[in-house]
């Protein structure tokens, strides 16, 4: 029997459940190596991610009668959730926060596709807020265990120390805060000139979320997912371009040093920026659909960012900033629209 | 590796025009489908035998079906007119060959229309033939624009839109550009492309006779740089002649073939919404259709054989063919040594892009059909839910919001699709064919544009 279907007959490579496996394939370098940095627990906080976030997805296709475990998203979100723990957390948490993920972020407004706010983020945030404590104790990374016992992160060492009123540069303060740096971000940074825990922040020897410690092994995933067409460039190098420029003319004022005067690179590898605008800030069903919008949306992750992080109380803002312009994409929507072909003047209030 | 922006591209572009971004393409949307052109590119213009019935279709055209003059029985001669138009935006039909009427019957077409057909048997010998050239000099235009009405020339690009009604400037308008289609931006169809390569003098002829209807200010041919031979050799006749004719080469890119995105590729012009080409002081006109023209003007041969690219990875020997309009798809398929598989999945009237799908292997050919096509399954894509990724917004080459569209249209606010440009949608297919959630997109705004006429 010969098909008979509406045209177009031939279809374009990349489909929803390819473009899912692409994004987990991209962020397997990072879990992997935040793997091998906190050892096994970190391995069992993924896999118990994901096996909820999944568990969840089948119970629930079990009531509503559809299948959509094989479109593979349920899987994703349970891995950046996974990615998003601390690596010593208890293991009620991720569980908590997959079921909050799959459950409420994302089924009770329709499922795939229908969801209003980032699955992963939300699951993030909703833990983070109920368990602050537990979500805020990280482990100490591999690479460093020889030289230290602390475990606070760089941005979260930054915030306790300007927030009780210490002044200076952030490499400084790090200092002071006698945080641990590996013999090879010495030696490079020495000899680059540059802020050596931006070059332990970068290649990932810092302590973190299991997932986002390794600015480069995420850039490399981004970079895979842009050349699969997955993603558009413009998110992330946006949302990165706005929120350094933003920190490198104000970033300063909280420490005490005024405009002009804070270095680029350890804001932009520290914290779970890299993740969050590669992967989160381009989920598809949460940005808008035009590239005009786009940039607003990747502009005011930039923006939020920027604010929590520098002025707030909280040392990371990454997440609640996306979560923020996840809120207003239905409006971005609204006023950005494509130029229709063929249309030189809007007319004004005539369809209405 | 360098590709369009944002397109979900399935081939490298290395030519170095690109590269240097020296040739023109419309800028908004498109997409780049694997072009397949390669299966039947390189095969001559052959010329299918005598086939034992013709069913010769009274739908040939756009607009109001043509009456049918004649009654079984009845003998006919090659290029008698069987059919004549009835109404404004209709056509003549004409006789492909000698011979006897078996019957008047209805014939379902590749588009799924019923239609009244002439059902011809073709005598074993054919005494006339077009083979006597007539001087066309001293004719006027109102005497071209006449016998090209009188042959039943339509366009030949698939819309089939009658010729004499495009070409007929109303008093005040003139025309600046003058565009000649030959972008063929259909994966698969290469007839456009063995015209220019074959018959490239008799359609720059062609091009002098319409210019000197229309009386354009500038001639242009748009070719896409996939036919960079056929730009050449076009470019080598049109200075051998001294013909006042530009060869454009353009960017690869669907559906440049489409004469809005034409024109903004090679005049940078956009016709308004509604409007036809005319009101920006253009005509465009189909490749295939100047050659038509030409053999009408100096053979006095009316339009009733067309070149068709038989393609396909189902096809055995795919082929660009001639063949006489009413001969059978299955006549066409067995000329190209049938299949290479039991049954082909589809089989498709046209490019696999806007083409029609369609079972019947009795099917005829009519004056629009650019190519028969068998395709092989395809990937499987499931139907998913929308996740708003957005490709479909950014590959529309008209601007349009299909994910929008498509919502209204499944909860039935045909108004509230219409208002967000639902007629402006042509049916292209690139949102569909970018669409990763395989939502049959353009199926839906067919749907959405019948009912919301009808509830209007």
New interface residues.
């Given amino acids: 029997?010969?098909?008979?279907?509406?045209?177009?007959?031939?279809?374009?490579?990349?489909?929803?459940?390819?473009?899912m496996l692409y994004v987990i394939f991209a962020l397997l370098p990072s879990a992997l190596w935040g793997v091998y940095l906190f050892g096994f627990s970190a391995l069992l906080v993924l896999v118990i991610s994901i096996a909820s976030a999944v568990g969840v997805e089948y119970l629930l296709n079990r009531f509503s009668k559809e299948e959509t475990i094989f479109?593979y998203s349920a899987l994703l979100t349970g891995l950046l959730i996974g990615m998003n723990m601390p690596p010593k957390v208890p293991l009620f948490i991720p569980i908590l926060a997959s079921a909050f993920a799959i459950f409420v972020v994302k089924w009770t407004f329709g499922?795939?596709?229908?969801n209003w706010m980032n699955p992963a983020l939300g699951g993030r945030v909703f833990v983070f807020f109920s368990f602050t404590t537990l979500m805020s104790s990280f482990a100490v990374p591999r690479t460093l265990a020889a030289n230290t016992v602390s475990s606070a992160t760089i941005l979260s060492s930054l915030k306790t120390a300007v927030s009780s009123g210490a002044t200076g540069s952030s490499l400084s303060l790090l200092e002071e805060a006698t945080l641990p740096l590996t013999d090879f971000a010495l030696s490079l940074g020495s000899t680059l000139h540059i802020n050596p825990y931006a070059v332990d922040a970068f290649f990932g020897n810092i302590a973190g979320c299991i997932g986002e410690v390794s600015a480069f092994l995420l850039i490399l995933g981004g970079i895979f997912l842009i050349w699969k067409?997955v993603i558009?460039w413009h998110i992330p190098v946006i949302y990165i371009g706005s929120f350094a420029l933003l920190n490198w003319i104000f970033g300063g004022i909280p420490n005490g040093l005024g405009i002009f005067s804070v270095e680029i690179l350890l804001p932009v590898f520290s914290g779970g920026l890299i993740l969050g605008s590669f992967f989160m800030a381009t989920d598809?069903?949460?940005?808008?659909?035009?590239?005009k919008g786009?940039v607003v949306f990747a502009l005011g992750c930039g923006f939020f960012t920027f604010l929590i992080r520098n002025f707030g109380s909280l040392p990371e803002g990454t997440s609640l900033a996306i979560i923020l312009m996840n809120i207003v994409t239905p409006t971005i929507e609204r006023y950005m629209?494509?130029?229709?072909?063929?249309?030189?003047k809007p007319v004004k209030g005539a369809?209405k | 590796m360098k590709a369009c922006k944002?397109?979900?591209?399935?081939q490298e572009y290395m030519l170095k025009e690109h590269r240097m971004g020296l040739v023109s393409t419309f800028k908004?949307g498109g997409?780049h489908?694997?072009d397949k052109k390669s299966l039947a590119k390189a095969s001559v213009i052959e010329r299918i035998p005598l086939p034992e019935e013709l069913i010769v279709s009274m739908a040939q055209h756009l607009g109001v079906p043509a009456t049918c003059l004649k009654k079984k029985g009845d003998v006919v001669v090659a290029g008698e007119k069987i059919g004549t138009a009835s109404g404004f935006i209709s056509a003549e039909v004409h006789s492909p060959v000698d011979g006897v009427v078996k019957e008047i019957r209805k014939v379902r077409l590749a588009n799924g229309a019923l239609a009244d057909a002439v059902v011809i048997i073709p005598d074993s010998e054919q005494k006339t033939t077009f083979t006597t050239k007539y001087d066309y000099s001293s004719l006027t235009s109102e005497e071209l624009l006449a016998s090209i009405k009188d042959l039943g020339i339509v366009g030949m690009g698939g819309a089939t839109f009658p010729t004499h009604v495009k070409l007929q400037i109303p008093v005040g308008k003139s025309v600046d550009a003058f565009v000649v289609n030959g972008v063929e931006c259909e994966?698969y169809l290469t007839a456009d492309y063995r015209v220019m390569m074959e018959k490239g003098k008799e359609v720059l002829e062609g091009i002098m006779i319409i210019s000197k209807i229309i009386n354009p200010k500038r001639m242009i041919i748009g070719i896409e740089l996939n036919k960079k031979d056929a730009i050449e050799h076009l470019e080598a006749l049109i200075k051998e002649k001294n013909y006042p004719i530009e060869v454009m080469g353009l960017k690869m890119k669907y559906p440049q073939g489409d004469e809005?995105q034409l024109l903004?590729a090679t005049i940078n012009k956009?016709?308004?919404?509604g409007?036809l080409p005319l009101d920006i002081g253009a005509v465009v006109c189909n490749l295939g259709t100047v050659n038509a023209i030409y053999e009408a003007i100096s053979y006095h041969k009316p339009l009733i054989e067309r070149v068709i690219t038989i393609s396909g990875e189902g096809i055995k020997n795919p082929k660009n063919v001639i063949a006489l309009v009413g001969t059978k798809t299955s006549a066409l398929l067995s000329f190209a040594g049938g299949y290479n598989v039991e049954?082909?999945?589809?089989?498709?009237s046209g490019g696999?892009?806007?083409?029609?799908?369609?079972?019947d292997e009795e099917t005829p050919v009519l004056k629009g059909t650019s190519g028969i096509?068998a395709?092989l399954p395809?990937?499987e894509?499931?139907t998913?839910?929308?996740?708003?990724?957005?490709n479909c917004?950014?590959h529309?080459?008209?601007?349009?919001?299909p994910?929008k569209m498509y919502r209204n249209i499944k909860n039935g606010l045909y108004q509230e699709a219409m208002?967000l440009?639902l007629l402006?949608c042509k049916?292209c297919?690139c949102c569909?064919?970018?669409c990763?959630?395989?939502i049959?997109l353009?199926?839906s705004f067919?749907m959405g544009k019948k009912l919301g006429r009808r509830k209007k």
């Fill in positions: 029997m010969k098909t008979i279907s509406s045209s177009p007959h031939v279809h374009a490579k990349l489909t929803t459940p390819k473009a479109d499922g795939l596709g229908a067409k558009t598809w069903v949460t940005t808008p659909t035009t590239i786009q629209k494509p130029k229709k072909f063929g249309y030189v369809n | 944002n397109c979900i591209c399935e908004k997409v489908p694997d994966p809005k903004k956009e016709i308004p919404s409007k049954e082909p999945e589809k089989l498709i696999p892009m806007m083409g029609f799908a369609f079972a096509l395709l395809p990937q894509i499931k998913l839910a929308c996740v708003s990724c957005g917004v950014r529309c080459p008209m601007g349009l919001s994910n208002d440009g402006d049916e297919g569909a064919f970018s990763p959630s395989g049959p353009v199926q067919r």
